[in-house]
């Protein structure tokens, strides 16, 4: 997976002024923008750092308030949640059903199944390039008589028990040969 280009000898406030205006945003709106998401996302006592000095998380973050900056109608996050402390990732949970509830349309792709069934109302299941479901979370469960989105995905996408492989995984690496 590629790695987003932050321009590591930027702040995470140069960074963002970048992008805002390249997305045309007023200077008085871009500023006011700016402090506000980088007070909410815990940032600005390291908005003054280079980016390269700043955790996986924090240029997360920096990355979530790029992408929230110019109040698009379409939001794609791939991995969203990548390098994210756990109290982070509660809250970008919470920001995506608001972000829904506020009208946003919301393209969340991730390989965490238990945060997608937390807050997606639709899913799509892709195996090997080609879509293998898409539906509700629940009504996925219900067609196919499972109980969570991880027993959904391992029904449709598993040819081999993974279990099953994992146990063979650790007798491998277990065995005294």
Same mark, same amino acid.
């Given at each position: ?5 932050? %321009? ?8 963002? *002024?970048?992008?805002?205006?390249l997305r ?14 980088? #007070?909410?996302?815990? $940032? ?10 700043? !955790? ?7 990355l979530i !308030? ?9 939001? +794609?996050?791939?991995?969203?949640? &990548?390098?994210?402390?756990?109290? !982070? ?6 920001l995506i059903?608001? $972000?829904?509830?506020?009208?946003? #349309? @919301?393209? %969340?792709?991730?390989?965490?199944? *238990?945060?997608?069934?937390? @807050?997606?109302?639709?899913?799509? +299941? ?21 109980? &969570? $989105? ?9 040819? *081999?028990?993974?279990?099953? @492989? ?5 007798? #491998? ?5």
């Amino acid at each position: 997976m590629p790695k987003p280009n932050l %321009y590591p000898y930027l702040t995470g406030r140069e960074y963002l *002024e970048l992008v805002g205006r390249l997305r045309g945003l007023p200077d008085g709106r871009l500023g006011r923008r700016i402090a506000r998401l980088l #007070t909410l996302f815990s $940032l600005e006592p390291d908005s003054h750092s280079p980016l390269s000095s700043d !955790s996986k998380g924090m240029r997360q973050k920096v990355l979530i !308030s790029a992408a929230l900056l110019h109040d698009p109608e379409l939001l +794609v996050f791939d991995e969203p949640m &990548s390098g994210l402390d756990a109290a !982070s990732a509660v809250m970008f949970r919470h920001l995506i059903k608001a $972000l829904a509830r506020a009208g946003k #349309t @919301v393209l %969340y792709s991730s390989h965490e199944l *238990e945060a997608v069934e937390r @807050v997606a109302d639709r899913v799509v +299941v892709l195996h090997q390039g080609r879509m293998a479901a898409h539906d509700s979370v629940e009504r996925l469960r219900e067609l196919m008589k499972l109980d &969570s $989105l991880e027993e959904v995905f391992t029904e449709l996408v598993f040819t *081999e028990d993974p279990e099953a @492989v994992a146990d063979r995984i650790v007798d #491998t690496v277990v065995a005294r040969d």
